[in-house]
């Protein structure tokens, strides 16, 4: 991880925006720097005190780097960097609404399918049995269709706890 000041920082990052127009992923992270390096103590618990903020960028392959902002920097740092975020957005792909919404409803349709019980009607023999076996052979398969549900959602919240 290699620290730099902050124009460095806004540069770089500026840098890597460029690089991954196309295609790419990077990672922002903003957290509050608690420590100056030393050990740490369990003192008074003077809130007083302003801590500086530190900010990670990462490509996920090679490019690592981050800058601390103190406080007395940080409108400043703030204002150039929300603009560079501004500018670097126009590059991000925009959702395709229109084929989530039919994902959805082929999702919900088949919910409503699951929860529809089949009929099995018509004689055992003579004309008509085929029909009633295709549909006894499809409610064996909705039942079976239902009982992986079950176990799929019995182990996610298995896994939850």
Request: proline share 2%; net charge positive; glycine share 6%.
């Amino acid at each position: 991880m290699q620290l730099v000041d902050n124009e460095t920082f806004l540069s770089q990052l500026s840098s890597l925006f460029q690089s991954s127009k196309e295609r790419g992923t990077i990672w922002l992270t903003h957290k509050r720097l608690t420590h100056d390096g030393d050990d740490a103590t369990m003192g008074s618990t003077d809130d007083s005190r302003e801590y500086p903020c530190i900010i990670h960028v990462s490509d996920g392959k090679k490019t690592k780097f981050s800058t601390h902002v103190t406080s007395g920097q940080l409108d400043k740092f703030l204002s150039a960097y929300g603009a560079l975020l501004k500018s670097s957005m126009g590059t991000l792909r925009k959702r395709d609404k229109k084929r989530e919404k039919v994902r959805a409803e082929k999702v919900a349709a088949r919910k409503q399918r699951l929860a529809e019980q089949i009929p099995i009607v018509g004689p055992k023999r003579g004309s008509g049995r085929r029909k009633r076996q295709r549909r006894v052979k499809a409610a064996l398969k909705q039942e079976a269709a239902r009982q992986r549900i079950q176990e799929k959602q019995e182990a996610k919240e298995k896994a939850k706890v």
